[in-house]
């Protein structure tokens, strides 16, 4: 079934598709509703230079973006290299269940490995058993860490 699908990195022209799955992924994950503009911001930022992020697309054979991912990189001073994260993750409802999952971080791990990189890490909100399962079932596991925040606004 993964046969069915290609990754491409993605372009400006996929800036609304981007847009809708990343207000979508915020609402499923953690039942927020994002500001549009500040989204819009976001995804943007990815396509300036340097980028802030990078995007990749999967579509369908026919052509259809189905989801997409993107991953932002951080320096470790302790290993003098870099950590991948992946920053988001979106499938389309109708394409869930079918390997898409795997296929995209399966794209990232190997291209990540191609880089040099050192790890490729990942933030899941805890409720979220569905992800979890699927990051777990990908290889992923707990790592020896809390992530902690202060707002600044």
């Known amino acids: 079934m993964k046969a069915a699908y290609s990754i491409r990195k993605a372009i400006p022209s996929d800036l609304d598709a981007l847009i809708r799955f990343t207000l979508q992924e915020a609402l499923e994950a953690e039942g927020a509703e994002k500001n549009v503009e500040g989204v819009r911001r976001g995804v943007l930022a990815?396509?300036?230079?340097?980028?802030?992020?990078?995007?990749?697309?999967?579509?369908?054979?026919?052509g259809q973006v189905v989801g997409s991912t993107s991953s932002i990189t951080e320096w470790s001073d302790y290993n003098g290299g870099y950590y991948w994260w992946v920053q988001s993750i979106f499938i389309v409802p109708e394409h869930r269940g079918r390997g898409v999952v795997d296929l995209l971080l399966d794209h990232l791990a190997r291209t990540a490995k191609a880089a040099g990189a050192l790890d490729l890490r990942l933030a899941v909100h805890h409720s979220n058993r569905r992800a979890l399962r699927a990051y777990q079932r990908c290889g992923f596991a707990v790592a020896p860490y809390v992530i902690m925040r202060k707002p600044l606004s």
């Open 46 to 62: 990815a396509f300036a230079d340097p980028p802030a992020a990078t995007y990749w697309m999967v579509e369908t054979r026919e």
